[in-house]
Nanobody, 122 residues
Framework: QVQLVESGGGLVQPGGSLRLSCAAS????????MGWYRQAPGEQRELVAY???????NYADSVKGRFTISRDNAKSTLYLQMNSLKPEDTAVYYC????????????????WGQGTQVTVSS
């Protein structure tokens, strides 16, 4: 059973920073591409960033240059450093993993964590 526990969200002012964490269990973390998704109210879940097993990264245009994804395979933990936050970054953030980039883009996973709420507001 895959378990994903996201944490680190909160309320922050525009221009501020947050660091999200995702503790994963029930999957062989180091062989999976891991990614962060977000879902704003009334909108579909979108892939924000992902990191492959070789450490290569990819970001949505909306967060490029502001967000940094990283992973610690020894701890089976995924991170997302978010800087220069904007009100449009407000959403529930989720993590997940797949064996292929296609799987990441489809986001068709059987299990999701509870997510962590990020609210950017003055």
């Amino acid at each position: 059973q895959v378990q994903l526990v996201e944490s680190g969200g909160g309320l922050v002012q525009p221009g501020g920073s947050l660091r999200l964490s995702c503790a994963a269990s029930g999957l062989i973390f180091w062989i999976n591409t891991m990614g962060w998704y977000r879902q704003a109210p009334g909108e579909q879940r979108e892939l924000v960033a992902y990191i492959s097993v070789d450490g290569s990264t990819n970001y949505a245009d909306s967060v490029k240059g502001r967000f940094t994804i990283s992973r610690d395979n020894a701890k089976s933990t995924l991170y997302l450093q978010m800087n220069s936050l904007k009100p449009e970054d407000t959403a529930v953030y989720y993590c997940n993993g797949g064996l292929t980039i296609a799987a990441m883009r489809s986001s068709d996973f059987a299990s999701w964590g509870q997510g962590t709420q990020v609210t950017v507001s003055s």
